[in-house]
């Protein structure tokens, strides 16, 4: 194992967060998809690569619905140590010593609040690809290799929507794009560079319960990556085997929106019209069961199953 | 005779069921052997028609032997499960 701070893969380790630096810059403004973010941080190191990852979405005013993620660093007053404490909403969300601690925790923050809070959207705990204007969702638990998918799947030429959240428009039922930045795992690091992954840029930081991870701007990836508001093609339910041949089984529409409704943030807010949206999105989507074994056997496999116009279910009632 | 609640929303797809329960805001997955059941719970149709008609769909017809009797134990389970989960209505004279 690298020491903590050693280039994983070539990958550089978190820089100098400058946490010694200015006390307090200006709030920033950015809306990422419909994600209305204000980031208000005291550590510049975070901030200049907060911004680096998401200038493409800042904007001027603060939107009068941002999410409000402040970091702000205190010593404590027993043991004079400097600590990081991450608020979302002015609620206290994370309090860290580690600096290369705190981005994975803003973002973590900011994953928080759209699941908690975003108006208008269905949310499903999903990474979530397009291909040719056809959107396909991971919906999975954490741990099950939902965003290494993703990653391998743009690496391969797929577009991105979002590598943590399926929004589902309750206006028109199509999967709008949060293009957040990858959060990607120190052990799939070199299987996703191996398929062409541009990590080498990336820094590592590290994220409770995840251990090392690199925080990637999805433009690095190519400058059209992000792909427009589409509708629901497929739905793929993942599991992580390690040494496994990879393997897409076929599930049915009706267990597969049970099971969507299962790993939905916010399911119980929208109830029935949750559900209808989530039918008819079904009703026009193929579903399977996943085991991804290597990944790019397993990307391989999607490439080509996914290939064909999905057949409608026979749906009665 | 079991009746299909009113408060649901569902969807069949390929003969299998996923129900959304508006009233306790619960999701259901029936298999097709528990949608085929489910459906013929019209409140109309004692629980003896529902195991006919459930035996004819699976094309086990005018058997009154051990095979019917194991259908007429599965649907009166089945019915059971249903009413348990909320899904239908058993009133007593059905019994």
Known sequence: MPAEGAAVHGIRPVPDTGAEGPAWSEPRHYRVGPVPITLNCDVPGVIREFH????????????????????????????????????GNGEQLFVTRRPDEIMPHVEWAINSLVARFLPGYLSIHASCVARAGRGVIFPAEPGRGKSTLAAGLLAAGWSYLSDEFALFDLR???????????????????ALEALGLPLQGAPVHHKR???????????????DVVAGPCPLTAVIFPRYVEGAAPRLEPISRARAIFELTRVSFNFPKYRARGFELLADAVAEAECFELTAGELQATVRLLDAALATEPATGRQTG | MPRA??????????????????????????????????QCCDGASPVE??????????GLYGDDGPTMNRVREDVARTLDELARHGLIDMPRECD
Not at chain 1, 209 to 219: E, L, M, Q, S
Request: proline share 5%; aromatic share 12%.
């Open chain 2, 49 to 58: 028609d529902i195991a006919r008609r459930f035996a004819a769909d699976c």
């Open chain 1, 209 to 223: 319960y995840k251990g090392r991870v690199a925080i990637v701007d999805p433009f690095a990836i190519r400058g």
């Open chain 2, 5 to 38: 609640r009113g408060s649901m929303r569902f969807r069949v797809f390929d003969g299998e069921a996923v129900i959304y329960d508006n009233a306790h805001h619960a999701m259901h997955y029936l298999n097709t052997t528990a949608t085929l059941i489910w």
């Open chain 1, 52 to 87: 680096a990852c998401y200038h493409r979405y800042e904007i001027d005013l603060p939107p009068p619905d941002a999410f409000r993620v402040e970091v702000m660093s205190r010593r404590s007053r027993r043991s004079l140590r400097k600590y990081h404490h991450i608020l």
């Open chain 1, 172 to 190: 028109t039922g199509l999967l709008v794009p949060y293009p957040k930045a990858l959060c990607v795992k120190a052990g799939s690091f070199a």
